[in-house]
């Protein structure tokens, strides 16, 4: 028998109108640390009195790879990340391990616009943090969800640039409610992406 497809195309239809209502608010994010230098640690000073002192003196390879104190140059590092604009005013939440430490914070949106961000805010334990840029219009924010009402099942949409990528979506559904902050012990693993309830 011929096989109904019309959930599946109304499915389709929903996503697509979630995902373009949702993309003006998402934004790429680069950020740039110049590096400079650091004061290296004398390692000397640091393996003495360990099973490692009279060792570290004896293999000039050691103190060649560790180094001996003096100054050390830190690379200029770039990283990149996704945010979502949540408040008009030019308010943005990502997360924190992608502008902490960062000198120049680069927020690009997905019809070209590049602002640079100030005012950083970041919380290292929950992995997020609040950015804000001065945009020449009001922006459109995304409205936040109640948690309390998505149940374990629904769908949602995951939208963001991860890697670098252009804007990316993809969907998936609830795996489950109420993990706490055990569950996260590597925050640095995770994207920020922009979730999307398509109901």
């Known amino acids: 028998g011929e096989v109904d497809l019309s959930h599946a195309r109304d499915l ?7 995902a373009h209502n949702a ?9 740039i640390s110049k590096g400079g230098m650091v004061a290296a640690p004398d390692m000397n000073e640091l393996f003495e009195g360990t099973p490692f002192g009279e060792q570290f003196k004896n293999d000039p390879r050691l ?7 003096g100054q050390r140059r830190i690379p200029r590092q770039q990283g990149r990340g996704s945010g979502f604009v949540i408040d ?3 308010i943005i939440m990502t997360n924190s391990h992608v502008v902490r430490n960062a000198d120049v ?14 005012d950083i805010k970041v919380d290292t334990r929950s992995d997020i943090a609040i950015i804000k840029v001065d945009a020449d219009a009001p922006l459109s924010a995304l409205p936040m969800g109640d948690s309390e009402e998505i149940q374990v099942g629904d769908w ?4 963001g640039s991860p890697f670098g990528l252009d804007m990316s979506v993809t969907a998936g559904i609830i795996s489950a409610k109420g993990r706490g902050q055990a569950i996260t012990p590597r925050p640095y693993l995770l994207q920020t992406d922009a979730a999307v309830h398509p109901g």
């Open 156 to 159: 949602v949409l995951a939208i």
């Open 12 to 18: 389709s239809a929903t996503f697509r109108h979630a």
């Open 23 to 31: 993309m003006p608010s998402v934004v790429s994010i680069e950020t």
């Open 105 to 118: 914070v680069k927020v690009r949106f997905h019809d070209g616009r590049e602002y640079e961000a100030h």
């Open 88 to 90: 008009p005013s030019g």
């Open 63 to 69: 103190r060649q790879f560790f180094g001996q104190g």
